[in-house]
């Protein structure tokens, strides 16, 4: 092609582009009603160009991503610009997608300072109000959100001119997505506004609690509690009391469902003394058709009992929580086997031994045998709290057995619980008894069929430690502790090795000299690989606990008789501890039989082995090198070569690389690099 011939496709190219900047500006022109020649620069029009654009693009995620940059877009506007013409055009636009509306939602509640300040913000209402009432849940939840968010940044003036009218134009929307949101911001704009529009804004709530709507009573429902809590007592008790009542007998569950959470709200806006016309509302939820109902109700009955007081809880609702509890719904009897100790230390104390004994233990008992093990778990994570309640006699008489049958219940999470909350007890009926009665079915645990079991009964013995005479827990349990650490599962063996480091903390390294080392160290003649690993893992983690002179007396020659191991896997574990318990060694100890067992390993034939002998090397170096006198600077070009012929002096530090090996320093010793050339600087002793 000729040069004439390229210049000619220049100037089109030129042509076309000048031609879609002049579409764009007439297209922005005709949507925004701004003319092209009302701006100073028509280049300044561009951004909001490309923007309708992409917005008209039938590709979803071009428009998704459009309005992901509306910030960056609104930015290089301006403030003015931004409310004139990006924000009227948004508004006219409200027809995409459900996952591009959400986007837009999500980032005009970000879009105050974008439009000029709080002085502006209402500018973003439009849109916001629009996006409200479409069909979608999420978006018209992002909306309200957003919206809620913009309340905050109103003046007192700006929020009844013009936030108000918004909340009254979605309450008084034809459709129900518009009233379903309006619910969401009454509690955002009701602490703001004058008395006058207060009591306009709880009949409109009011009316909104009574719609023909189900979805709408159950978004008033939902909002209740939340706009009790900024209303004031008497205008509650006048306005919204009556709603309140009549939305908790309302045909549809999901109402009543919904507004259970309200009553702790409701009951903490009446306080105790005036919470009598809420006991005939709780009652009746508790007594519901509906078990999701009655589910709520348990699950909630305790912080509903907290918000009228222990003094208001009349014989009607506690009958209503023992009723629960005898539920037909095991969902139900789940949630309030939950709350039972909660519920019992909210009880009047003057009646709460004789309402424990007279109502709730009799359940208790029944739930213990219950047929369903979901039932049987939630009671067992929360029964032994019981015993503080009772005191050590009655805990022994009524609670012991039901403990017993929890420890042997067929149900893994059942036992689990139970072990888990051991301590309770303990502290009430002391160890003798605790040793004497369930001892023998935890004893039975320790070696049940799910490790998860096994795990918490370890996890425990240190506890019993504490508590059980050595000599009682030689007899007892420490043959358990070392079965431990040959369990299949490694999770087990884990934990078995650190029971064991808490239990010489306790005993002592006298004690772990007679009972526990002859039977860690016999693991290191077992044919099984992982029990020789076991025995090195607690080595490793007894020997700081026991110190220098017992763990090189008793537990390192096992360690350095491992280092001949047949298996490459314990080799360099042999490494690995002589690494771990390096700094509780004397020099001698070190020079004398520590440093010929990792020479010997840094000439293995596996890799894994050299590499952790090496980092033992280091260790064991940085701890106990002294240097040798030398000149103060040698130049040398192959430092590999010098360290060879440097390492041949007694007891010298050994420095390699960092580029290809650990770099180490010792505080006479340090390494330079000059002009490509290793320089050594080393100050002489």
Request: proline share 4%; with cysteine.
């Given at each position: 092609m000729s040069q004439c011939s390229y210049a000619l496709l220049s100037v089109v190219v030129c042509l076309l582009t000048l031609a879609r900047i002049v579409f764009y500006d007439m297209t922005a022109a005709m949507d925004t009603g701004i003319s092209p020649s009302a701006s100073k620069d028509s280049d300044s029009l561009y951004p909001i160009a490309i923007l309708i654009d992409e917005l008209r693009n039938e590709d979803v995620q071009l428009r998704l991503n459009s309005i992901r940059k509306l910030s960056t877009i609104a930015l290089a506007l301006g403030p003015e610009r931004t409310r004139t013409e990006l924000i009227p055009f948004l508004t006219d636009t409200i027809y995409d997608e459900d996952e591009v509306l959400l986007a837009l939602g999500e980032q005009l509640g970000n879009f105050t300072h974008l439009v000029g300040g709080p002085e502006y913000v209402s500018c973003l209402l439009s849109p916001l109000e629009s996006?409200?009432?479409?069909?979608?849940?999420?978006?018209?939840?992002?909306?309200?959100?957003?919206?809620?968010?913009?309340?905050?940044?109103?003046?007192?003036?700006d929020l009844e001119e013009k936030f108000v009218p918004v909340v009254r134009h979605l309450a008084a929307g034809d459709w129900f997505t518009a009233r379903?949101?309006?619910?969401?911001?009454?509690?955002?704009?009701?602490?703001?506004?004058?008395?006058?529009?207060?009591?306009?804004?709880?009949?409109?709530?009011?009316?909104?609690?009574?719609?023909?709507?189900?979805?709408?009573?159950?978004?008033?429902?939902?909002?209740?509690?939340?706009?009790?809590?900024?209303?004031?007592?008497?205008?509650?008790?006048?306005?919204?009391?009556?709603?309140?009542?009549?939305?908790?007998?309302?045909?549809?569950?999901?109402?009543?469902?919904?507004?259970?959470?309200?009553?702790?709200t409701v009951a903490e806006l009446l306080r105790p003394e005036n919470c009598d016309p809420l006991r005939p509302v709780i009652i009746r939820l508790a007594e519901d058709k509906s078990w999701r109902v009655r589910y709520m109700v348990a699950d909630k009955f305790t912080d509903i009992?907290?918000?009228?007081?222990?003094?208001?809880?009349?014989?009607?609702?506690?009958?209503?929580?023992?009723?629960?509890?005898?539920?037909?719904?095991?969902?139900?009897?789940?949630?309030?086997?939950?709350?039972?100790?909660?519920?019992?230390?909210?009880?009047?104390?003057?009646?709460?031994?004789?309402?424990?004994?007279?109502?709730?233990?009799?359940?208790?008992?029944?739930l213990v045998n219950d047929v369903n093990q979901h039932v049987k778990t939630s009671l067992a994570s929360v029964i032994m709290g019981m015993a503080p309640l009772l005191g050590r006699e009655k805990t022994v008489e009524h609670l012991l057995p039901m403990y017993l049958m929890l420890l042997k219940d067929e149900t893994a999470e059942v036992r689990l619980?139970?072990?888990?909350?051991?301590?309770?007890?303990?502290?009430?009926?002391?160890?003798?008894?605790?040793?004497?009665?369930?001892?023998?079915?935890?004893?039975?645990?320790?070696?049940?069929?799910?490790?998860?079991?096994?795990?918490?009964?370890?996890?425990?013995?240190?506890?019993?430690?504490?508590?059980?005479?050595?000599?009682?827990?030689?007899?007892?349990?420490?043959?358990?502790?070392?079965?431990?650490?040959?369990?299949h599962v490694y999770a087990i063996r884990e934990a078995a090795t650190n029971n064991l480091k808490e239990l010489v903390g306790k005993f002592g390294v006298q004690w772990a000299e007679r009972a526990v080392f002859p039977k860690v160290l016999?693991?290191?003649?077992?044919?099984?690989?992982?029990?020789?690993?076991?025995?090195?893992?607690?080595?490793?983690?007894?020997?700081?606990?026991?110190?220098?002179?017992?763990?090189?007396?008793?537990?390192?020659?096992?360690?350095?008789?491992?280092?001949?191991?047949?298996?490459?896997?314990?080799?360099?574990?042999?490494?690995?501890?002589?690494?771990?318990?390096?700094?509780?060694?004397?020099?001698?100890?070190?020079?004398?039989?520590?440093?010929?067992?990792?020479l010997k390993l840094l000439e293995d034939g596996d890799?894994?082995?050299?590499?952790?002998?090496?980092?033992?090397?280091?260790?064991?170096?940085?701890?106990?090198?002294?240097?040798?006198?030398?000149?103060?600077?040698?130049?040398?070009?192959?430092?590999?070569?010098?360290?060879?012929?440097?390492?041949?002096?007694?007891r010298v530090v050994c420095c390699q690389m960092c580029h290809c090996r650990l770099q180490m320093l010792y505080p006479n010793f340090c390494l330079m690099l000059s002009n490509n050339q290793q320089r050594i600087i080393m100050a002489t002793n």
């Open positions: 996006l409200a009432t479409v069909e979608e849940t999420v978006v018209r939840e992002k909306a309200v959100e957003s919206l809620r968010t913009l309340a905050d940044k109103h003046s007192v003036h379903t949101s309006a619910c969401g911001l009454f509690s955002v704009v009701y602490p703001r506004v004058s008395p006058a529009v207060k009591t306009e804004l709880r009949m409109l709530f009011r009316n909104l609690c009574k719609d023909d709507t189900p979805m709408v009573r159950r978004a008033a429902a939902s909002k209740f509690g939340e706009f009790a809590k900024v209303v004031e007592l008497d205008n509650f008790k006048q306005d919204l009391m009556t709603a309140f009542v009549e939305l908790a007998s309302d045909d549809h569950d999901s109402v009543r469902l919904l507004l259970v959470e309200g009553c702790v009992q907290k918000a009228v007081g222990p003094e208001a809880m009349c014989t009607e609702l506690s009958n209503a929580f023992i009723a629960l509890l005898k539920d037909v719904e095991a969902e139900v009897r789940s949630a309030a086997a939950s709350r039972v100790i909660e519920f019992c230390k909210n009880l009047p104390e003057a009646s709460r031994e004789n309402l424990i004994f007279n109502q709730v233990l009799p359940c208790v008992k029944d619980n139970i072990i888990s909350s051991l301590d309770k007890i303990n502290e009430v009926i002391g160890v003798n008894q605790l040793a004497n009665s369930l001892l023998p079915a935890i004893v039975d645990l320790a070696e049940d069929v799910k490790w998860r079991v096994r795990l918490a009964i370890i996890e425990y013995m240190p506890l019993l430690a504490r508590q059980l005479a050595q000599q009682f827990f030689d007899e007892k349990l420490l043959e358990y502790c070392i079965n431990w650490l040959s369990d016999a693991l290191a003649s077992q044919s099984n690989y992982l029990q020789r690993l076991t025995c090195l893992n607690c080595i490793t983690v007894l020997a700081p606990v026991c110190g220098s002179e017992a763990t090189a007396k008793h537990l390192l020659p096992t360690v350095l008789k491992l280092a001949t191991d047949p298996i490459a896997n314990v080799r360099f574990n042999v490494a690995k501890t002589l690494k771990s318990i390096a700094p509780i060694f004397d020099p001698a100890v070190v020079q004398n039989e520590i440093k010929p067992t990792i890799d894994d082995v050299r590499f952790f002998a090496e980092e033992a090397k280091n260790i064991y170096l940085l701890t106990s090198v002294k240097v040798k006198k030398h000149p103060r600077v040698c130049i040398v070009k192959n430092i590999d070569a010098y360290f060879s012929k440097f390492c041949a002096f007694e």
